[in-house]
């Protein structure tokens, strides 16, 4: 670890990458901050920050037991190694509803159209090695085909994780993907909560019972459609309809997906500026508290199963860049502010069959956290620039697995999303750290005079330990348009292939102030 002043940090800094200097901008006052959790979150879960895969792209992020796939396997372990535990990986989404699971199968089939489209994902006893790419304390949320109306492809489907994955990772089993969007396709017209809650019943006590599940093993919901009162269903409709009279629910789930490039209105809408917003993003995961909170009435969990900024797979030069680090990064420690257990980060490619007129072709999602292998689009196997959200987040929960985190007012300053966390294993009185996340727009074409302009300096003296000097790690790049994954830093370092690369930056505090540029994020170790 290389220790050096705020002030090296910063030549260093701004040397490496450009970034934001510690100039003029304006000096922000926090509020007191309670020196206990006494109006904070509930313990935040360590694998918060999650990850859900495509089924039919699993075996492409994971490779298998004689290629296991090094950039996702190092990148795993760089999270597994701040919170002492690997993400929930959770292989899902649209391909699940029509995929079959087949003994003597190969580990991956897919048949598809000749633009791109998936129409049926068969695997085979093979497809499971994709665990050994991930961190053995890694659980697995396995989902089965709902979608398809056929229970045995779904009883072979759990019946095979059982075997393969075995009960020490398996977490719960998922049926079917969304099945609020199956109206009208797989489903009646109008098929609705009750109807879906009706099958869910029928099915988990089926299941159940013809495989010997214990209690209290599915996860209800994974609805797409945002909790409106336009929403077909979701985790309130459900429960009052009766899913969690049973015994046979473990957690709730629901997808989050701001914006969309599935069609033009919305397509227009998702644009870095948009995104990288703290108000749109507390203002829309705010939806879910209502669901959230009919969960933890039943008490059981509420995750987010699936979830990124721009459904239908992304949007070119905004989900791409770094700026989609600063917008995971404010939506994850809000979402963790809020009492979701888990979110599982949406990896993939584009599926030609989600929309008729979507802007995206086949290909990797531009939302993914890294591009696993070499492709015509992408070029070389690396980590995105937003990888580095996760390497924030994952430090501001650390490893005691007693933190709890609170989003602290600061009024006038509507770009700046400030977390306090609390940790009672490293501090008993005072937070333990702070995440600040200045969302101001700083491109790389910004001159630097307007760069500096969106500089934020907090004064932390009051929250600092007697003989202990703060740390500051920071999360930055040359702007948060940067595509360039190499320059895009935490902590001075960057990650593009799944390892630190460069001298490690732990700067201090500046007479108990430290200074967060604009489209920066810092977390403040006290
Ligand atoms: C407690 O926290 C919530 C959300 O963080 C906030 O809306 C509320 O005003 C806080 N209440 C008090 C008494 O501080
Ligand atoms: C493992 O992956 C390699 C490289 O993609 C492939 O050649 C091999 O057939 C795979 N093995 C199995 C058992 O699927
Ligand atoms: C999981 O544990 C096994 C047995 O100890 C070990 O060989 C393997 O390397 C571990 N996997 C990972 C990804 O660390
Ligand atoms: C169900 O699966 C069968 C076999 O793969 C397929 O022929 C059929 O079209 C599927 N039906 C639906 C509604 O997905
Ligand atoms: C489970 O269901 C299958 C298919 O309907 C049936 O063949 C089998 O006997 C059942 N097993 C048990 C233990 O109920
Ligand atoms: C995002 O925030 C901006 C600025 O507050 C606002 O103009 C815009 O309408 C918001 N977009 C969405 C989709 O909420
Ligand atoms: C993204 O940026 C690149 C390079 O600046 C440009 O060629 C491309 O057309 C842009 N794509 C979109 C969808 O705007
Ligand atoms: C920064 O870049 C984004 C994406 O190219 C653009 O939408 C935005 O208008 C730019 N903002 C400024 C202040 O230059
Ligand atoms: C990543 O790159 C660095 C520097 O080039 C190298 O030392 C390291 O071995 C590489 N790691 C992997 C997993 O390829
Ligand atoms: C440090 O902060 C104190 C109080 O905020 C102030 O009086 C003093 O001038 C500052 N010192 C420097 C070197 O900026």
Not at 251 to 259: G, M, N, P, R
Not at 478 to 486: H, I, M, N, R, T
Request: glycine content about 8%; overall charge negative; aromatic content about 10%.
């Amino acid at each position: 670890m290389k220790w050096s002043t705020a002030l090296l940090a910063h030549v260093a800094l701004a040397a490496a990458v450009g970034g934001a200097s510690a100039a003029s901008g304006s000096t922000l006052a926090l509020p007191p901050i309670s020196a206990h959790p006494t109006n904070a979150s509930q313990v935040i879960d360590r694998r918060l920050a999650s990850f859900s895969f495509e089924l039919s792209f699993l075996p492409t992020f994971a490779g298998n037991k004689s290629h296991p796939n090094v950039l996702t396997r190092e990148l795993m372990k760089r999270l597994e190694e701040r919170t002492g535990l690997g993400p929930d990986i959770r292989p899902g989404g649209i391909t699940v509803d029509s995929s079959v699971f087949d003994p003597n199968a190969p580990a991956l089939t897919l048949a598809q159209s000749a633009t791109g489209g998936i129409y049926k994902t068969t695997f085979g006893p093979e497809f499971f090695e994709f665990l050994g790419t991930f961190p053995n304390s890694s659980r697995v949320l396995w989902s089965v085909n709902l979608g398809n109306n056929t229970i045995g492809f779904a009883q072979a489907g759990i019946k095979a994780a059982i075997q393969h994955i075995g009960w020490d990772r398996l977490l719960a089993f998922e049926l079917g993907n969304e099945a609020d969007h199956y109206g009208g396709g797989s489903r009646p017209r109008g098929w609705s909560s009750a109807d879906y809650t009706a099958q869910f019943l029928g099915w988990t006590s089926f299941l159940t019972r013809n495989l010997s599940l214990p209690h209290n093993i599915f996860l209800a919901g994974g609805f797409a459609e945002d909790p409106t009162s336009a929403a077909p269903m979701t985790t309130v409709s459900i429960i009052e309809d009766g899913a969690d009279t049973t015994g046979v629910v473990k957690l709730f789930a629901q997808h989050t997906y701001q914006y969309s490039t599935c069609d033009p209105v919305r397509d227009a809408k998702a644009t870095l500026p948009n995104l990288v917003n703290h108000r749109n993003v507390t203002a829309y995961l705010d939806l879910w508290k209502p669901q959230i909170a009919a969960a933890h009435k039943e008490s059981k969990e509420f995750i987010v199963g699936e979830y990124s900024s721009v459904s239908c797979s992304g949007k070119q030069n905004v989900t791409d860049t770094y700026g989609q680090a600063l917008w995971l990064a404010d939506t994850i420690l809000y979402g963790g502010t809020i009492n979701i257990a888990r979110m599982h980060l949406h990896q993939g490619a584009t599926l030609v069959f989600q929309s008729s007129q979507q802007a995206n072709s086949a290909g990797f999602s531009w939302y993914d956290l890294w591009y696993p292998v070499e492709t015509d689009r992408y070029g070389a196997p690396r980590a995105a620039p937003s990888f580095v959200a996760y390497l924030l987040v994952t430090e501001a929960i650390g490893y005691s697995g007693n933190s709890r985190f609170s989003l602290i007012d600061v009024p006038g300053h509507d770009d700046v999303a400030v977390y306090a966390i609390w940790d009672p294993a490293i501090r008993s009185s005072g937070i333990a750290r702070l995440a600040v996340l200045n969302l101001a727009v700083r491109n790389e074409s910004t001159p630097s005079e307007n760069a500096a302009d969106t500089a934020v300096t907090l004064d932390l003296s009051r929250y600092l330990q007697k003989g202990k000097a703060a740390t500051v790690k920071r999360m930055t790049a040359p702007g948060l348009d940067s595509k360039d994954s190499s320059r895009v830093t935490w902590a001075g370092q960057s990650y593009a292939n799944g390892t630190a690369e460069g001298a490690e930056v732990v700067e201090k505090l500046t007479n108990g102030t430290v200074t967060v540029g604009g489209s920066e994020g810092v977390l403040v170790f006290f």
